[in-house]
Structures are given as structure tokens and as C-alpha cells.
């Protein structure tokens, strides 16, 4: 069983993992600056933004695991259409979008978690 401590600290952890996965979710949530493709609800997004939110199905997958040992996951993890694995893979000119690694980057994000654990 985890000591006190550790008790503290994951709880301080999903604190800021559920809203880091907020802020994530309200930044895949907006229609994009780019060109609207035929059977796209929204403009897509253009290459270094995040991707543009068309049906909702990937923020609605994003989300915060707890595990293993003291961490948290922040991503696609409530049921992730194909589309959140696809935009990772591909390269820009093909549509792709790594919006992991840009959310890993992103001020935002991390003054959300930092907010959550009064930081």
C-alpha cells in the first residue's frame, strides 16, 4: 500500500492530469483556419495547429489515467476513434497533426495542470 506521501502526491497528479486533459480537449474543440475539405463539418486545421474539431469524437476520447507508479497519462484514452492515432502518424502534408507532442509543448496546458495543484 502507498505510504502518505505518495497518497499526496498522486492525487496532486491526477489533479493536474484531469486538467491538462481539459485544456487539451477545449483546444481540439474549435474549427480550423485551413481549407474546409467536401464531408468535413469544419475547416480543417493548417500544419503546426492542433487538428480541427469535425464530428468531436477526438476530444471527446482525451482524457487522464492514473498509472504506473506516480504518473498520469494525458491523451486519447476514453475510447479513441482511429482518427487520433492516424493524425499522429502521418506527416503534415498527408494531414497529420501531432497534437500529443504539440500539447507536450504547450504553456497552456502546463499552467492548467500547474493551477490545479495551486502552482
Known sequence: ????????????????GYAAALELREKLSHPGAGVRHPGNLNPSSKPGDYPAIQGGRLAASIGAIPGPGLSVSVGAVNNPPPEARELIERPPSQGGRDYLTKAL???DIHEAARRAVGL
Open 1 to 16: 500500500m502507498a505510504d502518505a506521501a505518495d497518497q499526496v502526491i498522486m492525487a496532486a497528479l491526477r489533479r493536474a
Open 105 to 107: 509543448h504547450d504553456p
